[in-house]
């Protein structure tokens, strides 16, 4: 099952690292943060993905054409360039890079990938620019279980401040940036049947437009995920995701399948 990664925004929000790289490329620990994506769908053993390139996109077309050698140990004969590795990158990701237009919406990059998942009949999809510790097996038992055409991925974020429980004017309880007690939202780690693209109309569709549309229609499922999630709109994020990796504790470092 192949796995798309929109890849493709400008990320304004975040202008301070990207008007240099996508927000893709922006590195968490040493590594973009895309790397982690990845990776997270790796450790599932899902590791084809199909990259919906736009904005910058050759930055990422760069890292991954030079990955291999870059992180391998090899030889070079200078006199004739020829390359020996003597000790391969560790992963065996198999990773399509497509340019969807600098200017295309969510929903018209994924309308363009149509031709290269002709033959999936379900596939995944998430944003490039957050991280989580997704169940991807869970996620997809549970698309594969309710016969629905979509299933998206509902996350309760901390929130960005500290809150008070009020009794007139006394404080009864302080809570330090507590997660939402409610108001689910899009966290992305999408599943889909491959009759959505029959919902996406040309470049300018939005892929969350277009997903109101399929969940009047009743083709909508979610699955919650209560563990850990985090995007990556601002510097603010950068620096907790960067600080959290540092701390060798980051949740969506998946090491064992979570549970």
């Known amino acids: 099952m192949k796995t798309v990664i929109l890849c493709g925004g400008m990320g304004t929000r975040l202008s301070e690292e990207t008007a240099l790289r996508p927000k893709p490329m922006v590195e968490i620990g040493g590594r973009p943060i895309l790397w982690h994506i990845l990776q997270l769908y790796s450790h599932y053993g899902f590791k084809e993905f199909v990259l919906a390139l736009g904005y910058k996109g050759d930055a990422i077309k760069?890292?991954?054409?030079?990955?291999?050698?870059?992180?391998?140990?090899f030889c070079v004969e200078l006199e004739t360039g020829?390359?020996?590795?003597?000790?391969?990158?560790?992963?065996?990701?198999?990773?399509?890079?497509?340019?969807?237009?600098?200017?295309s919406m969510t929903g018209g990059r994924l309308r363009r990938l149509q031709p290269l998942l002709k033959d999936e009949q379900t596939f995944m999809l998430t944003y490039g620019d957050g991280v989580a510790n997704v169940n991807i097996p869970k996620l997809i038992a549970f698309h594969k279980a309710h016969g629905k055409l979509a299933t998206v991925t509902a996350v309760r974020p901390t929130a960005r401040f500290g809150g008070l429980d009020i009794d007139g004017d006394r404080v009864v309880a302080f809570r330090e940036k507590p997660q939402l007690g409610e108001g689910w939202i899009n966290g992305g780690f999408f599943v889909f049947n491959r009759g959505i693209f029959d919902y996406l109309d040309d470049d300018a569709t939005v892929l969350e437009h277009m997903m109101e549309r399929v969940a009047r229609e009743g083709q909508l499922m979610t699955y919650r995920h209560e563990g850990y999630w985090q995007c990556m709109d601002t510097v603010r994020e950068r620096n907790l995701l960067e600080e959290l990796w540092s701390s060798g504790e980051a949740p969506w470092c998946v090491t064992e399948p979570s549970r």
């Open 62 to 73: 760069q890292y991954f054409l030079h990955y291999h050698l870059l992180n391998s140990d």
């Open 82 to 103: 020829k390359t020996d590795v003597h000790h391969r990158a560790p992963f065996d990701w198999k990773v399509h890079l497509i340019g969807t237009g600098e200017r």
